[in-house]
């Protein structure tokens, strides 16, 4: 591996998630200086041209800004952080830390306890703690709607959502949030749609895209609201292949698009071995960067070969540890259709530059 310097990340870890919302982003998202496409190529992705299949999934870009900034500098399929149907508090900060894991976090290591501080450095692995915070829609409407309007030409902004749990609601109620909050993103003009179903706590079975069936009526239930909108669903890593398989051959040919992995957990501590992020159930804690790329290029070439099996023509989109341009490309030969990167795109914003003038 290639060390280089990191930039000043856009999305700051040292300041709270409101103050990222109200000043940022930071460093050369915020130059003004548009990166232009100079590129003959074009790319499809469901049904769109695109300038190039990278693009940064749900998570660093938290509104409008960070997407725009996100567009000047050539990112050409850019998602806007996961929204719901009201406004959702944040957890406290920190909400990002620097993670110390010797190579690959595998299952194995995911079982043990991680040693986190605020050194970032190559390779970057980071744990990230939100709880995926919501502005309430008649900000986030608005705020999404602008963001779709000043894409480019080949350039697209994805709409993330997820259902919400709240107690004493009914499975129904529970259902029929999806659909609530896919109207709402319908009526931005969003053209493309992403449904996270792989927040812990969401599901009946720790995560939603391992309650196959439950993921299944969901799935359908969007659908029916959204009607031709491309519809992505995000997913984890699955160990079992067994239940990959049945996942996949129920909901492959519902949905447009699935996008793997989202980050994976472990137990997060200080050096001191205290909880290293303040607060109930934080203790474990998504991991993601280049630690857990094995688990991303894995998945992928799970996914197309199981596409293959069923005959499903569903876009992969890969997502995990891609820091580096070597990293876009090694996700490509695996089978990915798209590739995305949160962790490393943050510290280098210049990443799809460098993506494209190797493409
Ligand atoms: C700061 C940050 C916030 C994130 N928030 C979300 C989110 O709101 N919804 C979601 O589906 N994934 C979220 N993720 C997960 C990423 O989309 C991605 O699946 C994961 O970070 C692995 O990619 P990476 O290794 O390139 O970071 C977030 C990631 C980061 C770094």
Redesign the pocket.
């Known amino acids: 591996m290639i060390f280089r310097m990191l930039y000043q990340p856009f999305?700051d870890p040292a300041k709270s998630y409101e103050e990222n919302f109200q000043n940022g982003p930071f460093g050369v998202f915020v130059d003004k200086q548009v990166l232009e496409n100079n590129s003959q190529k074009t790319f499809d992705f469901l049904g769109f041209k695109i300038n190039s299949p990278f693009g940064i999934?749900?998570?660093?870009l938290i509104n409008g800004n960070f997407v725009k900034g996100a567009l000047d500098k050539g990112f050409d399929i850019v998602t806007y952080?996961?929204v719901r149907s009201s406004k959702y508090p944040c957890h406290p900060w920190p909400n990002?830390l620097s993670v110390k894991i010797d190579g690959d976090l595998t299952m194995e290591k995911a079982g043990g306890k991680l040693v986190a501080d605020k050194n970032y450095h190559e390779p970057l692995s980071?744990t990230?703690s939100?709880g995926?915070p919501s502005s309430d829609p008649e900000f986030w409407q608005k705020d999404l709607s602008d963001a779709v309007k000043y894409a480019r030409e080949g350039q697209l902004v994805v709409g993330?959502f997820q259902g919400t749990k709240r107690e004493g609601q009914s499975v129904e109620d529970y259902i029929n949030d999806y659909r609530v909050t896919a109207k709402l993103l319908k009526e931005t003009g969003v053209k493309v749609m992403e449904v996270?179903l792989?927040?812990p706590n969401e599901g009946t079975n720790n995560l939603l895209c391992y309650d196959t069936e439950r993921s299944v009526i969901v799935a359908k239930a969007i659908k029916e609201v959204i009607g031709e909108i491309p519809l992505i669903i995000?997913i984890g890593y699955f160990k079992d292949e067994e239940v990959l398989k049945d996942f996949v051959k129920k909901i492959g040919n519902i949905v447009q698009g699935i996008s793997v992995?989202?980050?994976i957990a472990a137990e997060v501590v200080d050096e001191n071995g205290n909880q290293a992020l303040p607060g109930e159930g934080r203790l474990r804690s998504g991991v993601?960067?280049h630690a857990?790329k094995w688990a991303g290029l894995e998945m992928v070439g799970r996914l197309k070969k199981l596409r293959k099996e069923f005959n499903y023509n569903f876009q992969i989109i890969g997502?995990?540890?891609?820091t580096t341009v070597d990293d876009f490309f090694e996700y490509r030969k695996a089978g990915a259709d798209i590739v995305m990167?949160?962790?490393?795109a943050?510290w280098n914003p210049y990443l799809a530059r460098d993506v494209k003038e190797k493409l």
């Not at 999934?57 to 660093?60: K, L, S, V």
């Open positions: 999305y999934p749900a998570g660093p952080k996961t990002v980071i990230n939100f995926v993330a996270n792989s927040c995000k992995i989202n980050t993601c960067g857990i997502v995990g540890g891609v990167s949160a962790t490393g943050m």
